[in-house]
C-alpha cells in the first residue's frame, strides 16, 4: 500500500510504500509519549525505505534519544516549522522505515487487535484501552510488524 503523509504545516510530504499498514501497534515508552503521543503513546507503521520520497527535506530535523547515557542510533524525524512527527529510521535495520500514523493523509485500515508495548514506561496519567483481543507487554513483544500482519493474513 502506498503510504502518503505530511506534517501539520504542509512543508513536509512523504510517500513510501507498506506491505505493513495496520496501525495496531501502541507504543507507551517515554520518547514516543514526549516527542509524538498526544494521548500517551504513539504508532508505527512499517514502509520500504528505498520507496521513500520526501518533498520539503529541507525543512526536517532529526531528533536522536539518549538512552541510559547513549545516543540511540534511531533518527526520529520531524517538521522543523510545526514539529510533527513524521517517521523513525534505525540504520541498524537499513531497509526499514516506520512513519507516525499521526503522520499519514492515505486512509488506514483498522486492525483487528492491537498490541500496547513498553507498559513498564507508561505514565501515571495515561489509560491503557485494551480489548479482550489486544495483547500487553511490558516491554517489546517478540512478534514483529510484519510477523503480525502475516500470522493475521493483513499484508498490503
Not at 520507496?51 to 522543523?80: M, N, W
Not at 541498524?92 to 522505515?97: A, D, I, M, S, T
Not at 483487528?112 to 496519567?125: F, G, I, Q, T, Y
Amino acid at each position: 500500500m502506498r503510504l502518503e503523509g505530511s506534517c501539520h504545516c504542509g512543508a513536509v510530504y512523504f510517500r513510501v510504500d507498506s506491505p505493513h499498514p495496520y496501525p495496531y501497534q501502541r507504543c507507551y515508552c517515554s520518547i514516543c509519549r514526549k516527542t509524538a503521543g498526544g494521548g500517551g503513546y504513539a504508532i508505527n507503521l512499517s514502509g520500504h525505505a528505498e520507496t521513500l520520497e520526501i518533498e520539503g527535506a529541507e525543512h526536517k530535523g532529526v531528533y536522536q534519544a539518549v538512552i541510559d547515557g547513549e545516543t540511540s542510533p534511531g533518527e526520529r524525524h520531524f517538521c522543523r516549522r510545526c514539529a510533527s512527527a513524521l517517521w523513525v529510521f534505525d540504520p541498524r535495520w537499513p531497509e526499514l522505515v516506520h512513519p507516525f500514523a499521526s503522520a499519514i493523509d492515505s486512509e488506514l485500515p483498522i486492525p483487528p487487535e492491537r498490541v500496547h508495548l513498553l507498559l513498564d514506561s507508561k505514565a501515571n496519567w495515561v489509560e491503557v484501552e485494551a480489548r479482550k483481543q489486544d495483547k500487553c507487554f511490558a516491554g517489546y513483544p517478540e512478534e514483529s510488524i510484519a510477523e503480525w500482519h502475516q500470522r493475521l493474513g493483513l499484508e498490503a
